[in-house]
């Protein structure tokens, strides 16, 4: 039996056409992507369309548009034996990250892609992408889903969504997952390595959460960086959470009067999670003199969270209503293979 796909455009380069009046590249519709890959007519899966109404660059992607996804999934979701995302890149690791924590239970793909060119041009990385990603998605094992969970797919490389990180804004090569292995590799056969896949107990029915909340900042920090801005970020009353992304594995400055500012915005409820500024390893807090104070304050550690990860996790965990002790332990625990655990930990 044909396995039945859905396909699901949010916008993007891939489906991008020229303004001749700017010059700049726009969102296009449907069927203009379409016309320009007849090969899908070729594939051994049923697939059928579906997406936003108006197709957006996903720089304007925000948690609205996550939850109009994941509802599209929900509402799809027995129907179709997988779904292929179109999105673009800019934002697609935030966007996949957010949706493997908005499903849960899931026993199906969900593979997200795009691409660096247009689809109409001569020389674009879309038809390979979507081709492949359909693909992926409907590969099947013993008449269910091998893969089980949300994924990027991008010339050539299978990625757990929840790891991957845009690491070039022009070549073909534009995503990595530095911190896990590739769920699978397309040559001239499609590699997956199914020991490295999610597996989700069976008995979990499949369930979106859609409660989010963006009460969160991020601080990148920097040698040279003025407590006049620093003292600015922590400003407002609206935020819940501040993302730390600290040096090396999980390093800060010590200055006095930054350290009363921690202790004071702790005590008032502030939450602090800290990550490193590397690509790859983890946090390990308390490793240095200069990571004490994450330790002093209680502070959460985000291990080896991409930065599109850690910003999800946040979001989706901050809709759950939790106390400041179950945000914590939730944040530190691997809700969908998004973190390594440091070993004595
Ligand atoms: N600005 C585009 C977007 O993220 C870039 C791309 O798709 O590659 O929608």
Redesign the pocket.
Known sequence: MKTKLLLIYT????G?AKDYETQS?K?FDFENLLKHIPELSLIDSEIQFTGFEIP????DMNPDHWVELAKIIQKNYEFFDGFVVL??????AYSASALSFMLSGLQKPVIFT???LPVGDLRTDAKENLITSIHFASLQENGKPSIKEVCIYFEYKLLRANRTTKINAENFDAFASPNYPDLGESGIRLDVRSHVLRTEDPSIPFTIHTDLNTDLGLMKIFPGMSRAFIESMFRTDEMKVMIIEAFGSGNIFSFGWFKELLRKKSAEGLLFIINTQCAGGMVEIGRYETSEIFQEIGAINGFDLTTEASIAKTIYLLGQNLNSAEFKKLYEMDLRGELTYLKEY
């Open positions: 916008g993007g380069t891939i991008m590249l969102p957006i660059d996903s720089s999105h673009g890149t800019d934002t697609m795009g691409s660096q």
